[in-house]
């Protein structure tokens, strides 16, 4: 970039297409290599493959408002949280360098995973639940994602479908929905995404607040359903001291409260990886999302 001053973004939304692109010479650099493809790339001596830290998350969100819709009720969505096997997801389908989500926020950052851990699978509890809630036999749903290929989430459909096959253990059963990007943005931003949808945010910056205050805050969008005061009254005075234990304390406070209401459930923290020609000197990877471009295909003439 130094030499010719000049850089070429191009976008290109199959994996398989951009580690073509790299190897045929037409790109010097791809994003999100697919998982299955990092070994055989990292083995390439004429590539070099450069891991990212894996700080973001992938949730699966619920929306409580929505009337009529069986997440109202809080025994349902601790019943799917019950149900999912998020360990199996995360060793099936994601990178190495991946985690299952115990918090929502990554670990990794200061006062993330304060508090409580996420539920265990528990199928029997799971079944017992919908059974309180009024759905002994179960009931039908939508899981909603757009075809989008992040680090969090990096292969959409795949995990959708297992998510599917999972649910459907405790007799729920899930119509995958496919939505464009910008609708799907929009409706969840606007509270509109009915029964599950599948989600998830990267750290523009490596601190709780960027994480939980923008999905749960006061003044959070209403895509899980009306803020819940347990979860932002913690945040707000987390945000306003910078005494540590001070901020243990509350982080723990909002991380139960959101195990408790479950508005949504964290699922993994994706690991992924950029790949670029192995004479590509300087080249590297930034666990921040503020200004990475999400499935570029660079090259400097």
């Known amino acids: 970039l130094a030499t010719s001053g000049t850089a070429v973004f191009q976008w290109q939304s199959e994996a398989a297409a951009r580690l073509i692109a790299l190897k045929a010479g037409t790109a010097d650099g791809i994003d999100n290599l697919a998982p299955t493809d990092i070994a055989a790339a990292s083995a390439d001596p004429a590539l070099q493959v450069i891991p990212r830290p894996a700080l973001n998350i992938m949730y699966v969100g619920m929306n409580s408002s929505i009337a009529g819709d069986p997440f109202q009720k809080l025994d349902v969505r601790k019943a799917v949280a019950l149900a999912l096997d998020r360990k199996r997801i995360v060793d099936t389908f994601y990178p190495g360098g991946s985690e299952v989500a115990s918090h929502f926020t990554p670990c990794t950052i200061e006062f993330a995973c304060e508090g409580e851990a996420w539920y265990e699978k528990d199928i029997a509890a799971a079944k017992a639940l919908l059974a309180d809630a009024g759905y002994p036999s179960g009931f039908k749903t939508t899981l909603s994602y757009r075809d989008v290929v992040r680090g969090y989430l990096p292969v959409p459909l795949t995990v959708a479908t297992d998510i599917q096959a999972q ?96 508005p949504m459930i964290p699922m993994a923290h994706g690991g992924s990886a950029l790949a670029f020609k192995a004479s590509i000197t300087g080249a590297h990877s930034s666990p921040l999302g503020n200004g990475i471009p999400p499935k570029p295909v660079v090259s400097w003439p």
């Open 167 to 262: 649910l459907k253990e405790i007799g729920i059963d899930v119509t995958i929905a496919v939505v464009e990007s910008t609708a799907f943005l929009d409706a969840a931003s606007a509270g509109a995404l009915e029964g599950l949808h599948l989600l998830g945010w990267g750290a523009d910056y490596p601190d709780p607040t960027n994480f939980l205050d923008y999905h749960f805050g006061k003044n959070s969008s209403p895509q899980f359903g009306a803020p819940i005061a347990a979860v932002y009254e913690p945040l707000m005075a987390a945000s306003a001291t910078a005494d540590p234990a001070t901020r243990a304390a509350l982080y723990a406070e909002a991380n139960n409260a959101l195990k408790t209401n479950i």
